[in-house]
């Protein structure tokens, strides 16, 4: 399995959420609202999920083993290190 596209879209506002991620998979499947988090470790991704009845957060969809949740991780953080730079220089250009 590849990830064969990254969408980030950055939150502005404050707070430890800092952008939402759709993926796509093969170029055949895409997982949408994946955040990223600003932890006390540094950044996460958290993958999509619902509130449950009993008010617990149930994940919708997630990787089954850690390899492929680090692997998803990986690629999501780098991207979004990648838009922020982008982003910063796109900013000091306007200046």
């Not at 997630?62 to 953080?77: A, F, Y």
């Amino acid at each position: 399995m590849q990830i064969t596209d990254v969408r980030v879209r950055r939150i502005e506002k404050e707070g430890k959420m800092k952008a939402i991620v759709s993926i796509t998979l093969d170029n055949e499947f895409v997982v949408h609202d994946i955040k990223v988090i600003e932890g006390e470790k540094g950044l996460f991704i958290a993958m999509p999920s619902r509130k449950a009845a009993d008010g617990e957060y149930r994940d919708i969809a997630h990787p089954i083993n850690s390899g492929t949740r680090d692997m998803i991780q990986r690629v999501i953080l780098s991207k979004y290190e990648t838009s922020a730079m982008e982003m910063a220089a796109e900013e000091a250009a306007m200046a």
